[in-house]
């Protein structure tokens, strides 16, 4: 079921009004060149996945969204309805997503699904010459990464991950102090992540039933182990089963990791040593953890603690201090570390306002991302390593010039997992 390998078609960009870019919409439909696109020709976007974060990242587009996908069928009508009254034009609705890519008037798609599809929808839109806005994390087990990040090079196409830490000026401003020796050594870093919300949105257990008629639980599910419908597994909840998704560990843990990898410069690289604990819950209703630790070190000597019940956000710690940033606020003990201004001197690193502008820039100039697929891959295997660590409770050994778990066969098997026929990777 995977889409055979298309010659890979020049993508438009556009302006769009998104951190400060305007879209300005075309004529129709206009052959496409060897040329890089006009500043006024239009990026057209497909939203496939279209509910929680999709509904936001679709709200994004909808100015330019040609076409909405999504298996609940009234999802897809409040998506359609929210892109007819941004834009003035009914969009394409579809409930599968490999007839959104078969269009030849979709350049770029959004891709907001369970974690157990990203993948899946990511290679089979890089093959299809479509470039790609793909959210966090960038995975559900360790292999399928490098296969994203083939496809798109093969394809020369353009892979955002969403984690839109990266366009934050905090975290940007963190990582570059932290990487222009401000705080001297590092010698560990503390990533704090919330506990699971299974409870708050799920409420209680009900047994399993039959799918409601709007949802489409054959293709929900796609590659994931065929189970029973359960309304406790799916939408929302999915992120807290381990055939769809990682836990909080993959959820917050792919932002405030990700920011970790950039401080410590390893966005080609990673851990080489992970270990951790957890706690369940007792009556057993969801299935990734309650609490959970986990301690990462790096080759040069850094630690790296993530877990439930420490600050959120990230906190640096050095010889001369420390920085904590989050989502609101960055902050240095002593205070005068962050009143001290880079200089010209210092790292400056990859400046971005808007994460999803600038994908639509990188669409336009075919540069690479501020969290291309290759930072997205390496970022989401920090937290996949979390999981393996705290699933078989031992010490991993991890090699990341060769991406291979070393002297443990049973946790080497746990970087891949096979799909559910026909479904196939490539």
Excluded at 191 to 214: F, L, M, Y
Excluded at 252 to 279: N, Y
């Amino acid at each position: 079921m995977t889409l055979s390998r298309r010659s890979f078609l020049r993508t438009a960009a556009a302006s769009v009004s998104v951190g400060g870019i305007t879209y300005f919409l075309p004529p129709f439909p206009r052959s496409r060149g060897a040329d890089p696109p006009k500043a006024s020709e239009q990026i057209r976007i497909a939203a496939i996945g279209v509910g929680n974060q999709g509904k936001g990242n679709t709200k994004q587009h909808a100015k330019n969204i040609v076409a909405v996908c999504e298996v609940d069928s009234k999802r897809l009508a409040d998506a359609v309805k929210m892109v007819q009254d941004a834009s003035g034009k009914v969009p394409t609705a579809e409930s599968d997503y490999r007839k959104v890519l078969d269009r030849k008037d979709v350049d770029a798609v959004v891709v907001t699904v369970p974690d157990h599809w990203h993948a899946l929808i990511t290679v089979d839109a890089c093959n299809a010459g479509k470039d790609v806005y793909i959210e966090k994390p960038l995975t559900l087990f360790i292999s399928e990464g490098r296969v994203i990040v083939e496809a798109a090079r093969r394809n020369k196409r353009i892979v955002q991950t969403g984690s839109q830490q990266r366009s934050d000026d905090r975290f940007r401003r963190a990582c570059e102090y932290v990487r222009s020796g401000r705080l001297g050594k590092i010698s560990e870093v503390r990533v704090g992540i919330p506990g699971p919300n299974w409870i708050d949105r799920a409420k209680k257990p009900v047994p399993d039933s039959d799918p409601p008629p709007e949802l489409d639980y054959e293709m929900w599910l796609g590659p994931a182990p065929k189970r029973a419908y359960n309304a406790n597994r799916v939408h929302y909840l999915f992120r807290f089963f381990w055939d769809y998704s990682g836990g909080q560990v993959t959820n917050f843990g792919a932002h405030h990791l990700d920011i970790t990898q950039w401080a410590l410069g390893m966005d080609e690289s990673g851990p080489v040593e992970i270990e951790g604990t957890a706690t369940y819950n007792k009556d057993h209703w969801f299935e990734t953890p309650e609490k959970c630790s986990i301690t990462y070190r790096y080759a040069n000597g850094v630690k790296v603690v993530c877990a439930n019940g420490e600050k959120g956000g990230c906190t640096f710690i050095g010889e001369k201090g420390k920085i904590f940033v989050d989502r609101g606020k960055i902050e240095s003990t002593p205070a005068d570390i962050l009143k001290e201004e880079l200089k010209d001197t210092d790292v400056r690193l990859y400046a971005s306002k808007s994460h999803h502008g600038n994908w639509l820039d990188c669409i336009r100039s075919r540069k690479l991302p501020i969290a291309d697929a290759e930072i997205g891959h390496r970022s989401a295997t920090v937290c996949h390593l979390g999981n393996i660590a705290i699933r078989t409770g031992r010490k991993i050994q991890w090699d990341p010039a060769k991406e291979q778990i070393v002297g443990d066969p049973e946790a080497a098997a746990m970087v891949s997992r096979p799909y559910r026929e026909p479904w196939k990777l490539g």
